[in-house]
């Protein structure tokens, strides 16, 4: 599980069998330092680094908008939408207090009418 805290709202996250092996490879390859992702000097990534990363992955692959971590959150958010889980599950999902900002995801989610009327 992973353990996410935004504001006062935490909650667990499983992770799948694919997640768990890649963490524990990295782990066994880098295992001078007790954190799972970190900089030159075995301390974990700051927050700006990240930022840094991601923007630089947006500009390496060549998209046409500007790329930054919190994206990362919004793909999810579409991506639960998309398959078809249900506002709540995302809210609680994402650990949003106010659930118009979950409603953003199914509001833009043209694909949730497809089949619709079969």
Known sequence: YIRRIKG???????LQGDELRALKKLK????????VFTGNRHVPLSERSISHIVHQAGEIAG?????HAH????????????????????QDYL??????????YTRLSPARFEGLWS
Request: aromatic share 10%; glycine share 6%.
């Open 8 to 14: 006062s709202r935490s909650s667990r996250h499983p």
């Open 28 to 35: 066994r390859d880098y295992s001078r330092s007790p954190f």
């Open 63 to 67: 998209l046409d908008f500007t790329v």
């Open 95 to 104: 650990g949003h207090a106010n659930i118009q900002n979950t409603v953003r």
């Open 71 to 90: 994206l990362l959150r919004h793909a999810c958010g579409y991506y639960l939408a998309n398959k078809g889980i249900d506002t709540r599950t995302i």
